[in-house]
């Protein structure tokens, strides 16, 4: 049975095939061709930046600049060289341990949060929700002395846990608002209709609802794994010892003022990207890819 | 410590089953409350000790890349002598990365015992933040230094830091592209200079490339000319602290504006030095671009990382042009990088041993022939091994203040660019570089 | 307290046969989820988010170099801002930027996710992972890729124009103050394109299809179908990434911090590089200036809230 998504009165037909398929019978054959077009020019436009990057990683120090477009000598011995300067490894591990966590979290309190604010009733709800938006709402440069001086009150300055903790309740409510709107487009009658059946709350969520936001939470991970493994200047002002230190601001630290070392540079930029591009993929083939909504028949 | 508090209240609301509003609300006042009062008192309070079992900690924070492979060595000899000190280096890659983690801790009460000051020694010092190192480490040791690094950074008979590395600007010059455009020799004075840019302006190339982005590298070439044209060093140094009767409206400012502005009419530099950087500016001269580049002494290190081989074997310096013939070639020279010492820190003590340690003679200049860069103290200087070091320092007899250390100073940066985009006059640009400064001051 | 009592056979909610107390038993239970589920993610807020907030905009009233205690000084830096040349610069070039982006990266994106349900899915999964590769980059690393490629002499982009015999156009990219602007949106777009496009990519999977099968029965060609049932499925999805863009684009500095700045001559300064350089910035010079600074983040706050009722009217509008 499912729940009526047709007009009132409208009689399901039964004969249908499953929506996956039907959705791929719609297109004509020009229109695909011509989409195809404009796609792979834009693709190009956006991934020639990322090629240059990985070139500059492999050419010699100083044909950079004076060297033609493509180099005619490759070497990678900018990446041995970022790997033990910058004490990668390290670093590396710092960022996917503190990375990795901080998804979690805010996973797992996006999505109560954001079906809280979508399904539930309860007083203050849309008090709370503007309040939370206001998170979105300022320049983070204006809030580090503010997180450094409240981290400091509360003992976990220069500790990767404070830096977490700060990840994720900064990060957070941006994720709820995904979660949200995404627990929105599930009909209210899911809900109901489990109540009915005599499960709580809690059962709810996490039997009925969770499984069909899959879509939503594929983004919200990627779109966290994203942010905080890129994140610089809060890592930064509040981690002191470079040990302690993610990748990024490590990297960062290339870029000297007057000098910077390109190939070193791009090399360990382009070593730290590979992690970011694995989770993406797994997403895109665990969630996002073929999903359809035909899991509400169940 | 009081968030301990506020942890408790929410703490017990949470073992209430019944969660009502009313708890819930109170619960969050207690916790913003408490946290608000931790902040606010953590804020006021002094600094954290340091040491643990022994050990002291101390903390050695820059943005010197230039000594990134080497100064972790002379760190380790350093911990190896003395086993009950720990240090902790943290070189930051520019000082936009690194003024926010060090304001940062100043707001927190926490310096870093050992901290590069940036422009801000003297008001650190002034606030109880730098220690005085006059007091600290005597004037025997203060001896060495060149004149300007100490005077830069004292204020009356307290100095607030030492200078780590000296800094003398120059221009660099292509003596093919020279041979080009038919010039011959060094242009001695800035009318010489003229003359030269529109020979090399006609061979296609651009003559001096400069960088006047941010703001404040433009003073690093419009400053010396204030010295330049009062030969005297030490006016600026009291412009600077707008000491009583100087203003930036004062006839030497505006003369020296107007020969700036007469030097960016004669289309000296290349087009667009308000949106040229630092790197960009040298990338155009070892790329051939331009003829010349006006910096300074940090040059020749990033030429042989960045330029070809050929390339640094050919490339000349020469000295800042004088006013007119026969005068002193008055060039920028204070120290960019030096370092100062948290007055509030516990490990204050086991800090100024690293220093002595750090400049303890052979070790400096080890130090800085190892990193080519131009050391600040005489001793060290006689023992530079780099030809161009060499060469740049000698100019240092010759020099004069270039960087706005005083409260508000920095702020003439950006009129001053105005006489490089050609928007304003000098007489104009004098009364906004007024305006700015006393604005920025508070 | 919890549901378990409800024997099975009882009439749905909403139906005005149920008992009494059994509706606020359940309304009770609901309530009590509401609070338990939101509140880690409102603590937290509370003490790293909403304090620090309340801090800066306090500060926004003072006076304060980082060291000793904030002097309080009323609207002072909110007058200095009115008179402040720079600042009124800024606005405007904030509001420009804001507003140009959201336009682009709402669009363009949309465009970008239709037609990858128009190809085929191999190509589509392809081209949703090399899109969206932009993004995975900072912007601090995309403003520092584009610096060099946008670099007058040494850069790709005017050497490919001078290659194509467009010497004509190739400028000074970065320090013309005609087309810095431009130029950093495109960069910001570049860089936004795959993540908006996934969102927008996700929501046209989340439209139920029984819609679609509907519209067909009815005989609604594709062009119909996308008009009636995608977009409108999608209007919840587009204020989000509005509101979004927009206060991103309020809030902006990585990108244009590094890439000029603030240059040349403060053509491309907004609200967000202001701000930093006046507290942080080595051009700040010898003292910090956080009171003034933060003064800056409250308007910055301000255009955001904005930003967030727009969002709140167009999904009040989408929920009919």
């Given at each position: 049975?499912?729940?009526?998504?047709?007009?009132?009165?409208?009689?399901?037909?039964?004969?249908?095939?499953?929506?996956?398929?039907?959705?791929?019978?719609?297109?004509?054959?020009?229109?695909?061709?011509?989409?195809?077009?404009?796609?792979?020019?834009?693709?190009?436009?956006?991934?020639?930046?990322?090629?240059?990057?990985?070139?500059?990683?492999?050419?010699?120090?100083?044909?950079?600049?004076?060297?033609?477009?493509?180099?005619?000598?490759?070497?990678?011995?900018?990446?041995?060289?970022?790997?033990?300067?910058?004490?990668?490894?390290?670093?590396?591990?710092?960022?996917?341990?503190?990375?990795?966590a901080?998804?979690?979290?805010?996973?797992?309190?996006?999505?109560?949060?954001?079906?809280?604010?979508?399904?539930?009733?309860?007083?203050?709800?849309?008090?709370?929700?503007?309040?939370?938006?206001?998170?979105?709402?300022?320049?983070?440069?204006?809030?580090?002395i503010?997180?450094?001086?409240?981290?400091?009150?509360?003992?976990?300055?220069?500790?990767?846990?404070?830096?977490?903790?700060?990840?994720?309740?900064?990060?957070?409510?941006?994720?709820?608002?995904?979660?949200?709107?995404?627990?929105?487009?599930?009909?209210?009658?899911?809900?109901?209709?489990?109540?009915?059946?005599?499960?709580?709350?809690?059962?709810?969520?996490?039997r009925?609802?969770?499984?069909?936001?899959?879509?939503?939470?594929?983004?919200?991970?990627?779109?966290?794994?994203?942010?905080?493994?890129?994140?610089?200047?809060?890592?930064?002002?509040?981690?002191?010892?470079?040990?302690?230190?993610?990748?990024?601001?490590?990297?960062?630290?290339?870029m000297?003022?007057?000098?910077?070392?390109w190939?070193?540079?791009?090399?360990?930029?382009?070593?730290?990207?590979v992690?970011?591009?694995?989770?993406?993929?797994?997403?895109?083939?665990?969630?996002?890819?073929g999903?359809?909504?035909?899991?509400?028949?169940? | 410590?009081?968030?301990?508090?506020?942890?408790?209240?929410?703490?017990?609301?949470?073992?209430?089953?019944?969660?009502?509003?009313?708890?819930?609300?109170?619960?969050?006042?207690?916790?913003?409350?408490?946290?608000?009062?931790?902040?606010?008192?953590?804020?006021?309070?002094?600094?954290?000790?340091?040491?643990?079992?022994?050990?002291?900690?101390?903390r050695?924070?820059?943005?010197?890349?230039?000594?990134?492979?080497?100064?972790?060595?002379?760190?380790?000899?350093?911990?190896?002598?003395?086993?009950?000190?720990?240090?902790?280096?943290?070189?930051?890659?520019?000082?936009?990365?690194?003024?926010?983690?060090?304001?940062?801790?100043?707001?927190?009460?926490?310096?870093?015992?050992?901290?590069?000051?940036?422009?801000?020694?003297?008001?650190?010092?002034?606030?109880?933040?730098?220690?005085?190192?006059?007091?600290?480490?005597?004037?025997?040791?203060?001896k060495?230094?060149?004149?300007?690094?100490?005077?830069?950074?004292?204020?009356?008979?307290?100095?607030?830091?030492?200078?780590?590395?000296?800094?003398?600007?120059?221009?660099?010059?292509?003596p093919?592209?020279?041979?080009?455009?038919?010039?011959?020799?060094?242009?001695?004075?800035?009318?010489?200079?003229?003359?030269?840019?529109?020979?090399?302006?006609?061979?296609?190339?651009?003559?001096?490339?400069?960088s006047?982005?941010?703001?404040?590298?433009?003073?690093?070439?419009?400053?010396?000319?204030?010295?330049?044209?009062?030969?005297?060093p030490?006016?600026?140094?009291?412009?600077?602290?707008?000491?009583?009767?100087?203003?930036?409206?004062?006839?030497?400012?505006?003369?020296?504006?107007?020969?700036?502005?007469?030097?960016?009419?004669?289309?000296?530099?290349?087009?667009?030095?308000?949106?040229?950087?630092?790197?960009?500016?040298?990338?155009?001269?070892?790329?051939?671009?331009?003829?010349?580049?006006?910096?300074?002494?940090?040059?020749?290190?990033?030429?042989?990382?960045?330029?070809?081989?050929?390339?640094?074997?050919?490339?000349?310096?020469?000295?800042?042009?004088?006013?007119?013939?026969?005068?002193?070639?008055?060039?920028?020279?204070?120290?960019?990088?030096?370092?100062?010492?948290?007055?509030?820190?516990?490990?204050?003590?086991?800090?100024?041993?690293?220093?002595?340690?750090?400049?303890?003679?052979?070790?400096?200049?080890?130090?800085?022939?190892?990193?080519?860069?131009?050391?600040?103290?005489?001793?060290?200087?006689?023992?530079?091994?780099?030809?161009?070091?060499?060469?740049?320092?000698?100019?240092?007899?010759?020099?004069?203040?270039?960087?706005?250390?005083?409260?508000?100073?920095?702020?003439?940066?950006?009129p001053?660019?105005?006489?490089?985009?050609?928007?304003?006059?000098?007489?104009?640009?004098?009364k906004?570089?007024?305006?700015?400064?006393?604005?920025?001051?508070? | 307290?919890?549901?378990q009592?409800?024997?099975?056979?009882?009439?749905?909610?909403?139906?005005?046969?149920?008992?009494?107390?059994?509706?606020?038993?359940?309304?009770?239970s609901?309530?009590?989820?509401?609070?338990?589920?939101?509140?880690?993610?409102?603590?937290?807020?509370a003490?790293?988010?909403?304090?620090?907030?309340?801090?800066?905009?306090?500060?926004?009233?003072?006076?304060?170099?980082?060291?000793?205690s904030?002097?309080?000084?009323?609207?002072?830096?909110?007058?200095?801002?009115?008179?402040?040349?720079?600042?009124?610069?800024?606005?405007?070039?904030?509001?420009?930027?804001?507003?140009?982006?959201?336009?682009?990266?709402?669009?363009?994106?949309?465009?970008?996710?239709?037609?990858?349900?128009?190809?085929?899915?191999?190509?589509?999964?392809?081209?949703?992972?090399?899109?969206?590769?932009?993004?995975?980059?900072?912007?601090?690393v995309?403003?520092?890729?584009?610096?060099?490629?946008?670099?007058?002499?040494l850069?790709?982009?005017?050497?490919?124009?001078?290659?194509?015999?467009?010497?004509?156009?190739?400028?000074?990219?970065?320090?013309?103050?005609?087309?810095?602007?431009?130029?950093?949106?495109?960069?910001?777009?570049?860089?936004?394109?795959?993540?908006?496009?996934?969102?927008?990519?996700?929501?046209?999977?989340?439209?139920?299809?029984?819609?679609?099968?509907a519209?067909?029965?009815?005989?609604?060609?594709?062009?119909?179908?996308?008009?009636?049932?995608?977009?409108p499925?999608?209007?919840?999805?587009?204020?989000?990434?509005?509101?979004?863009?927009?206060?991103?684009?309020?809030?902006?500095?990585?990108?244009?911090?590094?890439?000029?700045?603030g240059?040349?001559?403060?053509?491309?300064?907004?609200?967000?590089?202001?701000?930093?350089?006046?507290?942080?910035?080595?051009?700040?010079?010898?003292?910090?200036?956080?009171?003034?600074?933060?003064?800056?983040?409250?308007?910055?706050?301000?255009?955001?809230?904005?930003?967030?009722?727009?969002?709140?009217?167009?999904?009040?509008?989408?929920?009919?």
């Open positions: 049975m499912t729940t009526t998504m047709a007009r009132p009165g409208q009689v399901p037909r039964t004969d249908r095939r499953p929506a996956a398929q039907q959705r791929r019978r719609r297109p004509a054959p020009i229109g695909k061709s011509f989409a195809s077009f404009i796609l792979i020019a834009i693709a190009a436009f956006t991934v020639f930046p990322l090629i240059w990057l990985v070139l500059t990683s492999l050419r010699p120090q100083n044909t950079i600049f004076t060297g033609p477009i493509f180099p005619t000598h490759l070497t990678f011995a900018a990446y041995p060289e970022a790997w033990v300067s910058t004490g990668f490894a390290v670093h590396f591990l710092n960022s996917l341990w503190i990375t990795a901080t998804v979690a979290g805010v996973v797992i309190f996006a999505s109560l949060a954001g079906y809280a604010f979508a399904k539930l009733r309860f007083p203050f709800k849309n008090v709370l929700y503007v309040a939370l938006l206001a998170t979105l709402m300022m320049p983070a440069t204006s809030l580090i503010p997180l450094y001086l409240q981290l400091r009150a509360i003992g976990l300055l220069n500790n990767q846990l404070g830096l977490l903790i700060l990840y994720v309740s900064s990060s957070a409510p941006f994720s709820m608002f995904l979660m949200r709107a995404f627990f929105e487009t599930l009909p209210d009658e899911l809900v109901q209709a489990a109540r009915v059946d005599g499960a709580t709350e809690l059962q709810v969520f996490r009925v609802v969770l499984p069909l936001a899959r879509p939503g939470m594929a983004t919200v991970i990627i779109f966290q794994f994203l942010q905080t493994w890129n994140e610089f200047l809060y890592a930064n002002t509040v981690l002191q010892d470079t040990g302690k230190l993610p990748l990024q601001p490590v990297l960062f630290s290339l000297g003022q007057y000098n910077t070392d190939p070193t540079l791009t090399a360990g930029l382009t070593m730290s990207i992690p970011v591009i694995l989770v993406y993929v797994w997403m895109q083939r665990q969630f996002v890819a999903l359809t909504l035909g899991a509400v028949k169940n | 410590m009081h968030s301990i508090n506020g942890a408790s209240s929410l703490g017990s609301a949470f073992a209430r089953t019944r969660l009502d509003r009313r708890t819930l609300l109170k619960a969050g006042a207690a916790g913003f409350g408490a946290a608000a009062t931790a902040s606010l008192l953590a804020a006021c309070s002094g600094g954290s000790a340091s040491s643990s079992s022994g050990t002291t900690t101390v050695v924070w820059s943005w010197y890349t230039e000594q990134k492979d080497t100064l972790p060595k002379v760190i380790k000899d350093f911990e190896d002598k003395h086993p009950h000190i720990k240090v902790n280096l943290r070189i930051f890659g520019t000082p936009d990365q690194y003024l926010p983690a060090l304001t940062a801790a100043v707001s927190g009460g926490d310096v870093p015992e050992i901290f590069a000051p940036h422009v801000r020694a003297i008001t650190y010092g002034k606030q109880g933040i730098s220690a005085d190192l006059k007091k600290e480490l005597g004037s025997d040791f203060l060495d230094f060149f004149p300007a690094e100490n005077q830069e950074y004292s204020d009356g008979d307290k100095q607030y830091a030492l200078g780590w590395e000296a800094q003398t600007f120059g221009i660099f010059y292509n093919e592209l020279f041979a080009a455009a038919g010039v011959d020799g060094e242009p001695e004075t800035w009318d010489d200079l003229i003359d030269v840019a529109q020979k090399v302006n006609a061979t296609g190339k651009s003559s001096v490339a400069f006047a982005n941010p703001g404040t590298s433009a003073l690093d070439f419009f400053l010396p000319l204030i010295t330049q044209v009062t030969d005297d030490t006016y600026f140094l009291k412009l600077d602290q707008l000491e009583k009767g100087y203003k930036w409206t004062n006839e030497p400012v505006v003369k020296a504006l107007e020969l700036n502005d007469r030097i960016v009419k004669a289309n000296v530099f290349q087009k667009g030095t308000t949106g040229t950087s630092g790197d960009q500016a040298t990338q155009l001269f070892y790329t051939g671009a331009a003829a010349m580049l006006f910096a300074g002494s940090w040059i020749p290190a990033g030429l042989i990382q960045n330029a070809t081989p050929d390339f640094v074997k050919k490339y000349k310096i020469m000295k800042t042009p004088a006013i007119k013939t026969g005068a002193r070639h008055w060039t920028a020279d204070q120290a960019g990088a030096g370092f100062a010492v948290s007055e509030t820190s516990k490990a204050k003590d086991a800090a100024l041993e690293v220093l002595k340690y750090l400049y303890s003679p052979d070790v400096y200049s080890k130090l800085m022939n190892d990193s080519s860069s131009m050391p600040a103290t005489q001793s060290a200087v006689d023992r530079v091994t780099s030809p161009q070091i060499k060469q740049m320092a000698s100019w240092l007899p010759d020099g004069c203040p270039h960087i706005p250390f005083g409260a508000g100073s920095s702020a003439s940066g950006d001053l660019t105005k006489i490089f985009d050609q928007k304003a006059s000098p007489a104009d640009v004098a906004q570089m007024q305006t700015a400064v006393v604005n920025a001051r508070g | 307290m919890s549901s009592t409800i024997s099975r056979g009882m009439p749905r909610r909403g139906s005005s046969t149920s008992g009494g107390s059994h509706l606020w038993r359940l309304q009770r609901e309530r009590l989820a509401g609070y338990v589920f939101s509140i880690p993610i409102t603590v937290l807020f003490v790293f988010v909403g304090w620090p907030i309340v801090f800066a905009i306090y500060l926004g009233f003072t006076s304060w170099s980082g060291f000793g904030p002097t309080f000084t009323g609207f002072a830096n909110y007058e200095r801002m009115w008179n402040d040349p720079v600042a009124r610069q800024a606005f405007i070039t904030t509001i420009v930027y804001a507003i140009v982006t959201t336009v682009l990266q709402t669009v363009i994106p949309l465009f970008i996710a239709v037609l990858l349900n128009y190809v085929w899915s191999g190509l589509s999964v392809v081209i949703r992972t090399i899109l969206f590769i932009p993004g995975i980059v900072s912007f601090v995309s403003g520092v890729l584009w610096k060099l490629i946008y670099d007058p002499n850069g790709t982009l005017n050497k490919a124009l001078r290659g194509l015999g467009l010497d004509g156009l190739a400028t000074n990219w970065l320090s013309n103050p005609a087309t810095v602007l431009p130029a950093i949106i495109v960069v910001s777009l570049w860089g936004a394109i795959g993540t908006n496009m996934l969102i927008y990519f996700a929501g046209i999977q989340g439209v139920d299809p029984t819609y679609y099968e519209a067909q029965i009815d005989g609604a060609s594709r062009w119909q179908q996308f008009r009636f049932v995608t977009i499925g999608l209007r919840v999805v587009t204020a989000i990434v509005v509101s979004l863009n927009l206060m991103n684009g309020f809030k902006v500095f990585d990108i244009i911090f590094v890439m000029t700045g240059g040349p001559s403060h053509a491309s300064e907004v609200f967000g590089t202001y701000l930093y350089s006046l507290a942080f910035g080595s051009t700040a010079g010898s003292i910090p200036q956080l009171g003034y600074g933060s003064a800056f983040s409250v308007i910055v706050m301000l255009l955001c809230g904005v930003a967030v009722a727009v969002q709140v009217f167009l999904t009040r509008r989408a929920q009919r």
